[in-house]
T-cell receptor, first 113, second 111 residues
Framework: KAGVTQTPRYLIKTRGQQVTLSCSPI?????VSWYQQTPGQGLQFLFE???????NKGNFPGRFSGRQFSNSRSEMNVSTLELGDSALYLC????????????FGPGTRLTVL | QKEVEQDPGPLSVPEGAIVSLNCTYS??????FMWYRQYSRKGPELLMY????GNKEDGRFTAQVDKSSKYISLFIRDSQPSDSATYLC???????????FGTGTQLKVEL
């Protein structure tokens, strides 16, 4: 069974640009969550999508947005990039709620210059 | 104050030692408790998953949840150098998969 796929794996952008990251969950999984990981703050929840609907949202500014497609693939977008957005962005795949069958992808490392 | 507190370490132990990792939390609504292992430059890997209070064992790993004390633990028996990684606790309320993580404990198992 293929794992969670995230593309691209590495990305370098400059301040003010925007970026789109992609996540393909495990086949059959309907829930996708996104997290930002930084050395100072650790893993912080961004948002969760289930069956194309945003089910939960973290405390991030509106510059961070996401969506989920009918095939469960998800994208997140960050507009007007700031230096502090440099981080590892992780996607997690779940079949539904409250399950141990959950997997994280390898992440996309975003560097903002 | 963070909802989930975890000692960042680093924690260094000799091979074969029993390792104890802990987290405390403040939100009594948390019902699902997890431990992840994260190697450098990799995504977190789920090790243990527990619903509500109690113990769960899987091979060399034992997870304990004490909801009355808002305290969770992960024990690693017969630790190996391959266990060297960052260990993250996480928890959720249910009603979705929004996980709140501890900051992680860096563990090094030395030969």
């Amino acid at each position: 069974k293929a794992g969670v796929t995230q593309t691209p794996r590495y990305l370098i952008k400059t301040r003010g640009q925007q970026v789109t990251l992609s996540c393909s969950p495990i086949s059959g999984h309907r829930s996708v969550s996104w997290y930002q990981q930084t050395p100072g703050q650790g893993l912080q929840f961004l948002f969760e999508y289930f069956s194309e609907t945003q089910r939960n949202k973290g405390n991030f500014p509106g510059r961070f947005s996401g969506r989920q497609f009918s095939n469960s693939r998800s994208e997140m977008n960050v507009s007007t990039l700031e230096l502090g957005d440099s981080a590892l962005y992780l996607c997690a795949s779940f079949p539904d709620v409250g399950t141990d069958t959950q997997y994280f992808g390898p992440g996309t490392r975003l560097t903002v210059l | 104050q963070k909802e989930v507190e975890q000692d960042p370490g680093p924690l260094s132990v000799p091979e074969g030692a029993i390792v104890s990792l802990n987290c405390t939390y403040s939100n009594s609504a948390f019902q699902y408790f997890m431990w992840y292992r994260q190697y450098s430059r990799k995504g977190p890997e789920l090790l243990m998953y527990t619903y509500s209070s109690g113990n769960k064992e899987d091979g060399r790993f034992t997870a304990q949840v004490d909801k009355s004390s808002k305290y969770i633990s992960l024990f690693i028996r017969d630790s190996q150098p391959s266990d060297s990684a960052t260990y993250l606790c996480a928890m959720s309320r249910g009603g979705g998969n929004k996980l709140t993580f501890g900051t992680g404990t860096q563990l090094k198992v030395e030969l």
